[in-house]
T-cell receptor, first 112, second 114 residues
Framework: EDQVTQSPEALRLQEGESSSLNCSYT??????LFWYRQDPGKGPEFLFT???AGEEKEKERLKATLTKKESFLHITAPKPEDSATYLC?????????????FGQGTILTVHP | AAGVIQSPRHLIKEKRETATLKCYPI?????VYWYQQGPGQDPQFLIS???????DKGSIPDRFSAQQFSDYHSELNMSSLELGDSALYFC?????????????FGPGTRLTVT
């Protein structure tokens, strides 16, 4: 069974204090890993798709990386508006589509 | 850019009542997914449709049913509502035939059962 584990559960940062969020996965034949941002009471907002180990993608202060066992979401010089829950998710093993299995998420709080 | 539309955004029902949630996917997206998210939990997959046919089924109660129509919109029908059905219900859509299959989520419907 596909498993996705995120750590830490919660992360508090000062504005400008860079850090990383971790997403470990157990999927047979990974064909993609998705990162989402979710604000309270809103739908997950798509951030990145990573397909293969070694791949990196960037968007503003966020950079996502992928290895064969885990993915990292690096946040550089975060701002209070980056506060949200960050979710990673994978499709069924051997496919790049289908129902997503989500991690529990990391609640990021950035203090001014 | 057009996004996934869900209606209603908020719904309050009493126990044993029925509810219908609607989802309008992004234009040219042919696959729709339904997820349920309880407080402090990650989204849990319920059911999906591709080209109007059920493509996958998750932990969806027998009291729930869903379908996708010819215009690709989807409806989730929930009967004999229970207090535990109170949650955020998200619809997501994706386009088949592409390399990414990225799922884009709607704003959700908050269902409260009293």
């Amino acid at each position: 069974e596909d498993q996705v584990t995120q750590s830490p559960e919660a992360l508090r940062l000062q504005e400008g204090e860079s850090s990383s969020l971790n997403c470990s996965y157990t999927v047979s034949g990974l064909r993609g890993l998705f990162w989402y941002r979710q604000d309270p009471g809103k739908g997950p907002e798509f951030l990145f798709t990573l397909y293969s180990a070694g791949e990196e993608k960037e968007k503003e202060r966020l950079k996502a990386t992928l290895t064969k066992k885990e993915s990292f979401l690096h946040i550089t010089a975060p701002k209070p508006e980056d506060s949200a829950t960050y979710l990673c998710a994978v499709p069924p093993g051997g496919t790049s589509y289908g129902k997503l299995t989500f991690g529990q998420g990391t609640i990021l709080t950035v203090h001014p | 850019a057009a996004g996934v539309i869900q209606s209603p955004r908020h719904l309050i029902k009493e126990k044993r009542e029925t509810a219908t949630l609607k989802c309008y996917p992004i234009p040219r997206h042919d696959t729709v997914y339904w997820y349920q998210q309880g407080p402090g939990q990650d989204p849990q997959f319920l059911i999906s449709f591709y080209e109007k046919m059920q493509s996958d089924k998750g932990s969806i109660p027998d009291r729930f049913s869903a379908q996708q129509f010819s215009d690709y919109h989807s409806e989730l029908n929930m009967s004999s509502l229970e207090l535990g059905d109170s949650a955020l219900y998200f619809c997501a859509s994706s386009a088949s035939g592409r390399s990414s299959y990225e799922q884009y989520f709607g704003p959700g419907t908050r269902l409260t059962v009293t």
